[in-house]
């Protein structure tokens, strides 16, 4: 079979096609890397940099400008141009009155003016500029912003190269609303950590204070929140007489809920100790102002002790904490009768009383020290905490690194806070 001849015409027509399809590839390309490198950032100036400048090397024009809806007002505001002289950052257009870019965003739908000197919307950014594209850019059928390109040729753009423009503003539209969900995240998680922070400078405040100095004894203290903020907490008060209120608590539930509960047992504690002298009368007002006010499931568990120095007793009484170790030559943890988790249901609270003979010591301590956990779910435990305070310089300070050394490579689920009287 032969061959079918060519005329020059023909091939002409055929070399001009292949040439303009090479070129349309090329711009295709282009515009897929520069949609990969807008998408590859969260930061919506670099953002808004790469759109404006890689955008205009890659398309050779004179402008590319990104406007953005301004969320309380009826104006498009510029956030990002190279190119125009007229218009700067922060420039404004009114939606629907100003502009190619006011009609777009009014309408929702792409305007090209093939040659602007005939335009009716246009307004001139640059003296050279002779055909504008402009493409809105949507969110859930929202137009959020105006993806504007011009040039400086006559109808510059093809019908494929408005199709390959209208795409990127679909992926310039997503970056940009990633962007800005991000920014917003960033903005809400350092004000939720800066609240952390003041919490934690509060909490700190009221427990990282001199112990009081107490005729025949010393005392020592460790506190450890898990988090920002603890549920766990200690306090000390001073009830005249040479005598002190000694106090350690634990409350539900941890973070934010947990510290705020922490706060207002607290005070509401400090508001009763006074008005009844024993420990037990004193937790079971506590219990019942609590049952009032706590939201269901919440509930304290707590030791409290009021140490007279003139006869080294310290009566003790439990709301379904744990016992307190007594430690001398024979280390033990102390038979206390524990009453229920305050907050939980009316009960009474028994009472015990301890002599803190010279060398006689006891320790208060909440479950973050005993459950605290090991990369094999072990727990610290009872027996390991008696080892402990077998040594002759055992401290609470040593204890808590003790568990952090045993929980290494685990997650700390709890607060870790233990009250130790020294009997001299």
Request: glycine letters at 8%; aromatic letters at 6%; proline letters at 4%.
């Amino acid at each position: 079979m032969g061959t079918i001849p060519i005329s020059s015409e023909d091939q002409g027509v055929l070399a001009s096609s292949t040439h303009a399809a090479c070129e349309f590839v090329q711009v295709l390309m282009k515009m897929q890397r520069a949609a990969q490198l807008i998408t590859s950032t969260l930061d919506l100036e670099q953002i808004l940099d790469r759109v404006v400048n890689d955008l205009a090397s890659s398309l050779g024009s004179v402008e590319v400008a990104i406007w953005l809806r301004h969320p309380d007002t009826d104006e498009m505001v510029l956030q990002g141009v190279r190119g125009c002289k007229l218009f700067k950052k922060g420039s404004r257009l009114k939606i629907g009155r100003e502009g190619i870019v006011g009609r777009v965003s009014s309408t929702g739908q792409m305007y090209y003016a093939p040659d602007v000197r005939l335009d009716p919307y246009y307004i001139a950014c640059e003296p050279e500029t002779r055909s504008e594209a402009s493409i809105p850019m949507k969110i859930g059928g929202q137009v959020i912003g105006v993806f504007s390109v011009d040039h400086t040729e006559v109808n510059a753009f093809s019908e494929n190269q408005l199709l390959v423009l209208e795409a990127l503003a679909g992926h310039i539209a997503v970056a940009i609303e990633n962007a800005r969900l991000f920014q917003l995240e960033r903005v809400e998680r350092e004000r939720m950590q800066q609240e952390a922070d003041d919490a934690r400078a509060m909490q700190q405040a009221l427990f990282l204070k001199a112990t009081p100095l107490v005729r025949g004894f010393t005392f020592e203290t460790a506190w450890h929140p898990a988090g920002s903020v603890a549920g766990d907490w200690f306090d000390f008060i001073d009830l005249g007489d040479e005598r002190y209120g000694i106090v350690l608590a634990d409350v539900s539930g941890k973070g934010m809920s947990a510290a705020l509960l922490m706060s207002a047992t607290r005070a509401i504690l400090r508001s009763l100790v006074k008005l009844h002298p024993s420990p037990g009368e004193t937790l079971a007002h506590l219990n019942q102002t609590l049952l009032e006010d706590f939201p269901p499931g919440k509930f304290v568990t707590m030791i409290y002790a009021v140490l007279d120095a003139n006869s080294r007793e310290v009566t003790i009484a439990s709301a379904g904490h744990l016992r307190p170790l007594v430690i001398n030559r024979h280390n033990r943890f102390l038979d206390v009768e524990p009453g229920l988790p305050l907050g939980l249901a009316a009960g009474p609270y028994p009472e015990t009383t301890l002599r803190l003979d010279p060398g006689t010591h006891l320790l208060f301590y909440t479950d973050g020290i005993t459950e605290a956990t090991n990369g094999h779910e072990e727990e610290y435990g009872a027996n390991r905490l008696l080892e402990h305070f077998q040594q002759y310089d055992a401290c609470v300070n040593g204890l808590i690194d003790e568990v952090r050394e045993f929980g290494e490579g685990s997650i700390r689920a709890d607060d870790a806070t233990a009250v130790l009287i020294r009997s001299r």
